[in-house]
């Protein structure tokens, strides 16, 4: 019986700990009423504070229904030593657990955390493009968490950037991701606004980066013109000039 007692106890004392964190962000954001919700508020990150031409591209991998990743564009960067960092979601990482591995190799590729569920970063429900935002911090702090955990059980680094589903926050997630230890990552240039963009367009947005933006796109949807945008404009900026480097290592310097 007092054998039974100390089992049920030890699993309490567990229990317990193992939620205690996520319980006393839930406590402190109890009350919290959001006053922004956008790609920038406060301590989203767009860019790299230099005047030096580099340029941080972005990639993004959702998990939506369908995506897949686009090994053309992989194939491209890696060919022409161009670095990025790429922000996957555990949901798209269970999917395609071997193309994650092979990206996970590519010493050209930063993995970073994309959520979870890819769910925007709220503290009140907030949501937008008809995808729901967690619903509070208990909600935010499993969605950021989960990610990092398995990131960093499948590739041995724990990721230091966050980017919520859609990159919409409001001021206390973004508070809160910084307590949880991740900067939270937008953008300066929106280069094909969710892989809606004909590679046109995607051409024109790049073009328009200036030394230390943030430039997002996707390489989930080798279906649409991204790719061909990518492919098409990058040699182009290289030959402006501009170098790409990866966000890590630009972490202490982020705007
Ligand atoms: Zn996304």
Not at 100 to 128: D, K, M, V, Y
Not at 203 to 217: H, R, S, T, V, Y
């Amino acid at each position: 019986m007092k054998k039974k007692l100390a089992v049920v106890c030890i699993c309490v004392v567990f229990l317990v700990v193992g939620q205690w964190e996520k319980l006393s962000y839930r406590w402190h954001y109890r009350d919290f009423v959001p006053q922004q919700w956008s790609e920038t508020t406060d301590r989203v990150k767009t860019r790299i504070e230099t005047n030096d031409k580099i340029l941080a591209l972005t990639m993004d991998a959702c998990g939506s229904k369908g995506d897949s990743l686009d090994e053309d564009l992989i194939a491209f960067l890696t060919e022409n030593k161009i670095p990025a960092t790429v922000f996957i979601t555990g949901r798209w990482i269970d999917k395609y657990p071997e193309k994650f591995q092979q990206l996970a190799q590519n010493p050209l590729i930063e993995i970073e955390n994309h959520g979870q569920e890819h769910r925007p970063a709220s503290l009140n429900g907030n949501s937008i493009y008809g995808i729901k935002g967690t619903a509070h911090a208990g909600e935010l702090y499993d969605e950021v968490k989960k990610n990092a955990d398995k990131i960093e059980k499948l590739i041995g680094r724990r990721p230091i950037f966050y980017r919520s589903g859609t990159a919409y926050y409001d001021e206390g997630a973004t508070e809160m991701i910084e307590s949880m230890g991740f900067q939270s990552i937008g953008f300066a240039i929106l280069g094909d606004k969710g892989a809606t963009y004909s590679a046109e367009e995607v051409e024109k947005a790049f073009l328009e980066a200036k030394p230390g933006d943030i430039i997002i796109c996707h390489m989930n949807h080798p279906e649409k013109e991204t790719g061909k945008g990518v492919m098409r404009v990058l040699p182009k900026l290289l030959e402006e000039g501009f170098k790409f480097v990866q966000l890590k290592d630009y972490k202490d310097v982020l705007r």
